[in-house]
């Protein structure tokens, strides 16, 4: 395959910097931060559903607590009222029966609602100690995401630096092998794991290691200065 000197020259440092570039974005890939956001991400998503369930529950609670209350009160006022009417009547025997009858109606509601609206008292303070308990542990595990993000931009941050300059070196290699050998190598590349490039070294290729021997060599040979490894198909320098 034809190739000057220049090329099989930029086609090395091309090689070189592939690798490289393929490292540093192994290495962007493989930060530990970024395990951690995405399990503190969950964590997150967790809990906010926890949060939504508990303030669900306390808005509900709430709710009852309310009208357990204002009932209650409505009840108190009836009681108010019933005893002056009651104090009013003074002589009238039957009045203040039926008045009493309802005065003890009131008052044994009020005493069901009192038993409820303790209930309702102390479910709400051990909802309110549930949500105490998610909001320290959400702000806990936002403050962990928030740390882990900032390692991750500092670190990744350098690495995708590394990488740009990589990046621009690489287009400035590609202007010295030709269009055709170019898109050789590109195709090869991404076919082979993002290493294209290997050299015909002692009758081996230097990257997939195989023997060849013969006519296949033979045939290799009268390919120089670059061939094709007749088992990975990568480009080789003879």
Same mark, same amino acid.
Request: net charge positive; aromatic share 2%; hydrophobic share 35%.
């Given at each position: ?9 930029? &086609? ?13 974005? #192994?290495?962007?890939?493989? &930060? ?18 926890? #949060?939504?369930?508990?303030? %669900?529950? #306390?808005?509900?609670? !709430? ?20 005893? !002056? ?37 102390? !479910? ?10 998610v909001n320290q542990l959400l702000s806990q595990v936002e403050a962990e995401e928030q740390k882990a993000v900032a390692s991750y931009q500092a670190e990744g941050g350098a690495i995708r630096e590394k990488a740009i300059q990589k990046q621009g070196a690489r287009t400035l290699v590609t202007k010295q092998i030709s269009p055709d050998l170019?898109?050789?190598?590109? #195709? ?24 060849? !021997? %013969?006519?296949?060599?033979?045939? &290799? ?18």
């Amino acid at each position: 395959m034809k190739a000057t000197a220049e090329q099989l020259s930029a &086609l090395i440092d091309l090689q070189n910097l592939d690798r490289e570039i393929l490292q540093l974005n #192994k290495e962007l890939a493989n &930060l530990p931060q970024k395990q951690a956001i995405l399990q503190a991400r969950e964590k997150i998503a967790a809990l906010s559903k926890k #949060k939504e369930q508990v303030l %669900g529950i #306390k808005k509900k609670t !709430e709710a009852k607590f309310v009208r357990a209350t204002e009932e209650d009160e409505h009840l108190a006022e009836k009681e108010r009222a019933t005893q !002056e009417a009651i104090n009013e009547l003074k002589g009238d025997y039957r009045s203040v029966e039926s008045r009493t009858k309802e005065l003890n109606g009131f008052a044994k509601r009020r005493s069901t609602l009192a038993s409820e609206i303790d209930a309702l008292d102390a !479910e709400l303070k051990k909802v309110e100690g549930v949500e105490a308990q998610v909001n320290q542990l959400l702000s806990q595990v936002e403050a962990e995401e928030q740390k882990a993000v900032a390692s991750y931009q500092a670190e990744g941050g350098a690495i995708r630096e590394k990488a740009i300059q990589k990046q621009g070196a690489r287009t400035l290699v590609t202007k010295q092998i030709s269009p055709d050998l170019l898109t050789l190598y590109e #195709k090869t590349a991404s076919r082979c794991g993002g290493v294209a490039l290997g050299r015909l070294t002692d009758g081996h290729c230097s990257v997939c290691r195989s023997v060849i !021997e %013969g006519g296949r060599l033979i045939d &290799l040979q009268h390919q120089a200065p670059l061939g094709v490894c007749p088992t990975c198909k990568r480009l080789l320098i003879i």
